[in-house]
């Protein structure tokens, strides 16, 4: 489908602020898969009657679709959507996820879980891990797990899930989850619900891009053929290339491999093998790190690798040999360099997804990017045309965000103890951003931890990573000691119990897949 015209041409005094002056009534979004749909699947819902969605993309070029774990926020986005979550898994193929397990990241053979949720409870204005250093330090052995405090740990090891809430303390507590899914199959869904809500697609693909010659905003798309698509605000989600963000306005690109070196990934379907578990697992190797994302109807695997440390060939064999079930496909490559472009949004155009920068999906965040970058963007929507307040703002906002999970990444990498290969002892040597260096040394010091604004991880994660990582305190929150130590042994033991019957209590991972949200096909 074609369209003509321009946003009226009103508002002339804010020419030099607003380019293209007046309401933006045209959004049209290059690039399908996950992050278009997501974007349209917004526009369609919050912003009904007020913009026309169009759609672009091409079955031909096809979607990456290898993000299949996720975290809690996706609920918020569903929920706002109004999209049921019973029906969201069964068309997706999609299981739960309560966490993350990493092995051999700290050394080999070592293990532990970051999960979704608090571990404990705080007592008056103390974060309970300020408690359990106490006991810990006291040397009350029997409480040195730190997970045996997490509601989702504890499900996690006994392989159950359950959406009923159970009272600790006074406080009605839920197993906080996310979910495993076919992003392909997420995608098509989508779609379905988009078209259903008057999203427009257009099948295709965009050969050319026009430019307002004055102002360099995008005006057009010139499909292949021939037909010319305008809009008022483009959406970029073409994926790596960048069509418009980078290949018509050349906005850049920071470039994070000092970091995060790892630059290619594996990727490949095997069929399941074993009980189902609630939780993805991030397996570390000599030179990377392999994923394993169970389904309802196969498992995900990959290995994200430093090519610099290991070829492609040597990685492939890697993954092949620490699959769990028969391989359904021939691996693919897919190769990127980690970093964010300079401006998300430039001019008229906003990137999202893979189009506005990659971060490695160790933390599984791919997806909420997508999601908080739709989210900013509706905030922050251009009514009266585009003008730059708005655009440095969301720069703004999303840049921090990239670098605060940026961050969080980084700490894996450097926080630890192995030995065997040269790519990990470059990771535990490397210098660290700042902001970085300064949260590991407050924790290190007395276990103090500060969420700071864009943070997309709460206090729990870093807990949980900073302390699996090896990184110990020397101390504690003074405030920990106004409990006597009988107490502080009763409230500690009193909190396990609860959470032990809780999780003891709820149906296994299968069977309550099985009653409330099993795929219709599943093989």
Not at 419 to 430: P, V
């Amino acid at each position: 489908m074609e369209r003509t015209g321009l946003a009226d041409k009103g508002a002339a005094g804010l020419a030099g602020q607003a380019a293209i002056p007046g309401r933006i009534r045209r959004v049209v979004i290059v690039g399908g898969g996950t992050g278009g749909w997501l974007a349209a699947a917004a526009f369609a819902k919050l912003l009904a009657g007020i913009v026309d969605v169009q759609l672009i993309e091409s079955e031909e070029i096809g979607i990456v679709g290898v993000g299949e774990a996720t975290i809690p926020q996706i609920r918020t986005y569903n929920a706002a959507l109004g999209i049921d979550e019973d029906e969201f898994i069964r068309a997706t193929q999609g299981t739960f996820k309560l966490g993350i397990e990493f092995l051999n990241w700290r050394r080999a053979g070592h293990s532990y879980f970051h999960t979704f949720g608090e571990n404990g409870m705080p007592l008056a204005r103390t974060p309970f891990h300020h408690y359990w250093l106490r006991a810990r330090q006291a040397g009350h052995g029997r409480f040195d797990d730190l997970w045996s405090f997490s509601p989702n740990a504890q499900a996690c090891f006994k392989g159950k899930f359950t959406r009923s809430a159970f009272e600790m303390a006074g406080r009605s507590i839920s197993i906080a989850h996310a979910f495993h899914f076919d992003a392909a199959l997420y995608a098509l869904y989508l779609r379905g619900w988009c078209e259903a809500r008057g999203v427009t697609r257009t099948e295709g693909k965009v050969v050319a891009v026009e430019q307002d010659g004055e102002t360099g905003f995008v005006t057009g798309v010139r499909m292949e053929s021939g037909g010319l698509i305008e809009g008022d605000l483009f959406i970029d989600c073409s994926g790596f290339r960048g069509l418009l963000i980078e290949g018509a306005l050349k906005t850049g690109y920071q470039d994070w491999s000092h970091w995060l070196p790892c630059n290619r990934a594996w990727a490949v379907p095997t069929s399941n093998s074993g009980r189902l578990r609630p939780y993805t697992q991030a397996i570390a190797h000599t030179a990377g790190w392999q994923w394993r994302i169970p389904l309802q109807h196969r498992t995900g695997n990959g290995h994200v690798f430093c090519s610099g440390h290991i070829s492609e060939d040597e990685a492939r064999a890697v993954l092949l040999a620490n699959v769990e079930g028969a391989v359904l496909a021939e691996p693919r490559l897919i190769k990127f360099t980690t970093g964010r472009r300079n401006k998300f949004w430039n001019k008229n155009v906003v990137a999202l997804g893979l189009a506005s920068g990659f971060l490695e999906p160790l933390e599984s965040t791919s997806i909420h990017l997508i999601q908080s970058g739709v989210s900013r963007l509706i905030a922050l929507f251009p009514h009266s045309g585009i003008h730059q307040a708005e655009i440095d703002e969301y720069n703004r906002q999303c840049g921090l965000e990239f670098e605060r999970i940026r961050d969080f990444i980084i700490l894996h990498y450097h926080a630890n103890e192995r030995t065997d290969s040269a790519f990990w002892k470059e990771r535990r040597d490397m210098d660290v951003p700042d902001d970085l260096a300064r949260k590991m040394a407050l924790f290190a010091a007395n276990g103090v931890i500060y969420r700071e604004q864009e943070d997309l991880f709460a206090e729990a994660s870093w807990l949980q990573v900073m302390f699996g990582q090896g990184l110990d305190p020397v101390g504690y929150h003074p405030m920990a000691d106004q409990l006597s130590d009988a107490d502080l042994q009763r409230f500690l033991s009193d909190m396990g119990a609860v959470i032990a019957r809780a999780v003891d209590a709820a149906p296994t991972h299968e069977a309550y897949i099985a009653a409330h949200c099993a795929a219709r096909q599943a093989a």
